[in-house]
């Protein structure tokens, strides 16, 4: 019997092997270098293999390397190319502030024994010991690799391990921070025991479409759609528990009980980690698994993802407005905001001649200008400090317009983003997605968009008026930060007020590139 060997895309593969190269790296590094040595050692290995995918990643686009790649598990087609760069610039951005140690007098915000019993005499030795582990580096490449294979996986196998390998250092991330140890292992273990049971979930809806198709291809997945052999029970039902398994990613309801808990336990550099890289990494599977392998069953889910994208839109804004924890308010406007997202899902619009963006490009904008929002609001959210850390309370924040105009401003067009205001990037990704699910035919899912948006735009005033019409709060402070932190909150404002007011040549190029290769 002759067995072909499989081929490998070496090249197209490129960026996700110099991620995983890097995070193998960094275990040996921890392992092998002298602690004075890791933190520059793990810092300097970060940027370089990220720019060097990035740079890897042009070099692809530019010479149009596209095609399915590894025995046709993944695929490397536009909506990939615009996946990875993001993952690639969000991913660098949010785990420069992983390094950030001026805040806290040369701490970082991870635990200096994360083995420790919280309050035990070994984690007070080594905090005094300014004792650093710095496998939070290679854990979060880990993830990253993970989050970019996810993004292109072609079957449900490969999405599925993409997963697992996206997931399970970010348990583990969440569980590292330097102050309030319990509420943080706590996090991470409903975080763990929820993430598994998505998981499973995701499981079983492979199984049950390999029971209805016969294959975990997408594509093959897709043929037996329009040519059914068994009936049609197994792919409902496989579909549903796929559904519950990507959803958990994104935060959507009725799967978002983990958000609030895990943003505020976690360590702010995770936290805006999580909040940006997971989810667009999460939305593009969700995009690649309902539009090429489900597209044909499209009449089906619709009305169950609009009933969830309501849902999820309406709770998470409801509870946002009651929150005094700027962490948590920020997990509920992300909650909402996979609402937006799921909008122009349920639209599925494949675009038009007369320009209007296709739900793929129209969501890979708001993914964009979210991003940018987000790491600049957790870049904030390190650098306002009184004597035990960071100031999570929004009344805390009164007055803080007045100590720092700058910092208050970066988080005013942060906030103004959130909301959707005119002139920044929040606007266009809101316009975007409102005008794909109106194309799509789902007017009354816009009008309701809309509403909440308005509803929205409270909460997200509600910061900005604390910071600039409030009192400041004594002893409260913001502290003086490095690089590591000011470079993402400058990224991020700037790149949010460019993306309002220059949106056209992210939209072009997302219209241009925003079709999945079947």
């Avoid at 449900?156 to 390998?165: G, H, K, Q, R, S």
Wanted: charged share 10%; glycine share 8%.
């Amino acid at each position: 019997m002759n067995i072909t060997a499989p081929t490998f895309e070496w090249l197209e593969l490129a960026p996700v092997l110099i991620v995983l190269t890097a995070a193998i790296l960094g275990v040996i590094i921890e392992a092998a270098v002298a602690r004075p040595y890791r933190m520059v050692s793990q810092v300097g290995l970060m940027v370089v293999s990220l720019v060097a995918a990035l740079a890897m990643l042009i070099d692809n686009f530019m010479n149009q390397r596209t095609g399915t790649l590894v025995v046709a598990s993944m695929v490397l087609d536009g909506p990939a190319y615009l996946a990875w760069a993001a993952l690639l610039v969000f991913g660098l951005l949010s785990l420069l502030l992983f390094a950030e140690r001026r805040l806290a007098n040369g701490a970082t915000a991870f635990a200096a024994s994360a083995a420790a019993v919280p309050g035990s005499l070994p984690e007070s030795e080594a905090a005094v010991a300014r004792h650093e582990h710095t496998e939070v580096f290679p854990l979060a490449l880990f993830s990253l690799s993970g989050m970019l294979v996810f993004a292109a996986a072609n079957d449900l196998i490969t999405a599925f391990v993409a997963l697992e390998v996206m997931s399970l250092p970010l348990y583990l991330l969440s569980a590292m921070s330097r102050r309030r140890r319990l509420l943080s292992q706590e996090a991470a273990l409903k975080y763990f025991l929820l993430g598994a049971l998505s998981s499973a979930f995701f499981l079983f809806g492979i199984a049950l479409v390999y029971g209805f198709s016969g294959s975990f291809g997408f594509r093959e997945i897709a043929a037996s759609i329009s040519d059914p052999v068994y009936g049609r029970g197994l792919l409902y039902t496989g579909m549903a528990f796929l559904a519950i398994g990507l959803l958990f990613k994104i935060g959507a309801v009725p799967f978002h009980n983990w958000v609030p808990d895990v943003y505020v336990g976690a360590p702010t550099p995770v936290t805006a980690f999580m909040a940006i890289c997971t989810k667009l990494a999460a939305v593009m599977a969700v995009l690649r698994v309902f539009f090429v392998a489900l597209g044909g069953e499209r009449w089906t889910w619709q009305p169950l993802l609009a009933t969830i994208a309501v849902l999820t839109m309406v709770i998470g804004v409801v509870i946002a407005v009651a929150q005094t924890d700027i962490k948590r308010l920020l997990a509920y406007s992300s909650i909402s905001h996979a609402g937006f997202i799921l909008v122009a899902v349920v639209g599925a619009s494949v675009g038009t001649a007369a320009g209007a963006s296709s739900s793929v490009a129209s969501i890979v904008f708001y993914l964009t200008a979210y991003g940018f929002a987000t790491i600049a609001s957790f870049a904030a959210v390190t650098m306002v400090r009184d004597a035990a850390g960071e100031v999570h309370s929004i009344a805390g924040w009164s007055g803080l317009g007045r100590r720092n105009p700058f910092l208050a401003s970066v988080v005013a067009l942060a906030m103004l983003s959130f909301a959707g205001i005119p002139l920044t990037g929040g606007f266009i990704g809101k316009w975007a997605v409102f005008t794909a699910a109106w194309h799509g035919g789902f007017a009354w899912l816009v009008i309701v968009a809309i509403v909440a948006s308005v509803v929205a735009a409270y909460v997200y005033f509600k910061v900005i008026i604390a910071m600039f019409f409030g009192e400041p709060v004594a002893g409260v402070e913001v502290g003086r930060a490095s690089a590591f932190t000011l470079v993402p909150l400058v990224v991020g404002a700037a790149a949010t007020l460019y993306l309002g007011l220059f949106p056209g040549q992210l939209l072009d190029l997302a219209t241009a590139v925003g079709t999945f290769l079947r």
